[in-house]
């Protein structure tokens, strides 16, 4: 796997729509632009809308639904472990 990393919201957007990655992972809590908005304008794009998103939150319970309804395709919990979260990559793969 190769890593990206962005320090916002918009930083990640304009990254993805420069190397179009297999899978964003994002946390909800972002600067600038959030994780939701950032998948929602994933989704909006054709040239990112097959982007799987991984959203990672510390309030999974309250915070699911509402990434769920933006369109990611995974939510994990914080704290999330590195095997659950390469498990979900893969799957997410898989599934593409």
């Known amino acids: 796997m190769e890593v990206f990393t962005?320090?916002?919201?918009?930083?990640?957007?304009?990254a993805v729509r420069r190397a179009v990655p297999d899978v964003v992972v994002t946390d909800v809590d972002m600067p600038v632009m959030d994780g939701l908005d950032l998948c929602r304008q994933l989704r909006a794009d054709a040239l990112t809308r097959h982007v799987?998103?991984?959203?990672v939150t510390g309030d999974a319970s309250d915070q699911a639904r509402a990434a769920l309804d933006a369109g990611c395709d995974a939510v994990l919990g914080k704290p999330c472990s590195r095997t659950l979260l390469l498990a979900t990559i893969r799957l997410l793969l898989e599934r593409r």
């Open 6 to 14: 962005a320090e916002n919201g918009n930083l990640a957007l304009d």
């Open 52 to 55: 799987a998103v991984v959203v």
